[in-house]
């Protein structure tokens, strides 16, 4: 697999996480930089739903978004297809939707949209390896739909991309 010209698809929880934790753009405003030429450059793109699901919270991350290079992939009908074979593959893919667990509506379509574009899934979600358990995340669908997933440290270091420190002396 060429990485130099293999797409990424990115899970809100990968943005959300970063820009609320370690990558906030007061400590880090080049790696949003960099996302922004990656979306430019149509390496990485998120579907319309994970894009719904961060700009329906109005805050600096959502404006960020709103303004980004980050394409928002909207659902078409090789997507839908990509979906109903995800879900007829194992009936339990199914339970990634909960909403009474509040969980996020867009990770089918998630799926189905690196499934689509022969993409790159990243996540900070980790896989579910206990026997005696009903849940089911998405790397677990990844493996059985046979798309790689990885995290968004996994994306940092496939990218190569590299973060320089210093002290701000204005601040």
């Known amino acids: 697999m060429n990485l130099q010209t293999k797409k990424y698809c990115l899970d809100a929880n990968v943005l959300i996480q970063a820009w609320q934790k370690y990558y906030s753009p007061k400590i880090c405003p080049n790696y949003w930089d960099v996302l922004n030429d990656l979306g430019l450059q149509d390496k990485i793109f998120i579907p319309q739903m994970v894009y719904e699901e961060i700009v ?4 600096d ?6 303004v980004s290079n980050i394409p928002a992939y909207k659902v078409d009908q090789p997507v839908t297809e990509c ?11 199914k339970k990634l939707v909960d909403n009474t ?3 996020s509506l867009a990770d089918p ?3 189905a949209h690196a499934l ?3 993409a790159i899934l ?8 206990a026997l005696n358990t009903n849940k089911i995340k998405i790397p677990n669908v990844c493996d059985n739909m046979g798309i790689i997933w990885i995290n968004d440290f996994q994306l940092v270091e496939q990218l190569n991309i590299r973060f320089t420190c210093y002290i701000d002396k204005d601040e």
Do not use: F, G
Request: glycine letters at 0%; charged letters at 45%; aromatic letters at 8%.
């Open 56 to 59: 329906r919270t109005d805050d």
């Open 101 to 103: 667990k509040q969980r």
């Open 83 to 93: 979906l109903k074979k995800i879900y007829a593959k194992n009936s339990e893919h």
């Open 122 to 129: 990243v996540t900070k979600e980790e896989k579910i390896t």
């Open 61 to 66: 991350l959502s404006k960020w978004l709103k």
């Open 109 to 111: 379509w998630l799926i």
């Open 116 to 118: 689509k574009e022969n």
